[in-house]
T-cell receptor, first 114, second 114 residues
């Protein structure tokens, strides 16, 4: 079955530290990948997505992610985090089982201390 | 700006009650989705719909049903609420003919069943 693993459930960083959140997927078809973010009290919103082309994808607010096909990974990175990046981050893979749907990971809670 | 609205932010119901959660989107999207979000489990798909009067089961449909009588509205129904249905419920929509490009999420309804 298709699945997405986010191994870091909770991450605590100081401001200006670098961030890398892991995401590994299990899916044999054409891969389309997403990172969503949920700031405290707000809607889930799209950070970035990979459909094809350059495996290094840039998103909003200075985030980027790299698709590494051989490792089945799509890790999220940011060189210098801010307190406002405190949020929960979800990785998702688009699967096609007759109908398309997104399969989400369990999420990573990031706390950035000022 | 895409807007997905949900009828209630917080809801408290008793075991055995019939519960209706309403979702409305204003962007003429073909696709609509219901998820539940639980700590440590991420987002799990309950039901989705690719067209009016059309519905498909997601990964955890047991105990739920849905209705889509109009394109902009997608309702989630708990026929007989149980305590294990206490959760955050998220509605989402996306454009595309049976293709998901990006999902837009509502603010969520936190349901407590006592």
């Amino acid at each position: 079955a298709q699945s997405v693993s986010q191994h870091n459930h909770h991450v605590i960083l100081s401001e200006a530290a670098s961030l890398e959140l892991g995401c590994n997927y299990s899916y044999g078809g054409t891969v389309n990948l997403f990172w969503y973010v949920q700031y405290p009290g707000q809607h889930l919103q799209l950070l970035l997505k990979y459909f094809s082309g350059d495996p290094l994808v840039k998103g909003i607010k200075g985030f980027e992610a790299e698709f590494i096909k051989s490792k089945f990974s799509f890790n999220l990175r940011k060189p210098s985090v801010q307190w406002s990046d405190t949020a929960e981050y979800f990785c998702a893979v688009r699967v096609n089982t007759g109908f398309q749907k997104l399969v989400f990971g369990t999420g990573t809670r990031l706390l950035v201390s000022p | 700006d895409v807007k997905v609205t949900q009828s209630s932010r917080y809801l408290v119901k008793r075991t055995g009650e019939k519960v209706f959660l309403e979702c409305v989107q204003d962007m003429d999207h073909e696709n609509m989705f219901w998820y539940r979000q639980d700590p440590g489990l991420g987002l799990r798909l309950i039901y989705f719909s690719y067209d009016v009067k059309m519905k498909e089961k997601g990964d955890i449909p047991e105990g739920y049903s849905v209705s889509r009588e109009k394109k902009e509205r997608f309702s989630l129904i708990l026929e007989s609420a149980s305590t294990n249905q206490t959760s955050m419920y998220l509605c989402a929509s996306s454009w595309g003919d049976r293709v998901i490009h990006e999902q837009y999420f509502g603010p969520g309804t936190r349901l407590t069943v006592t």
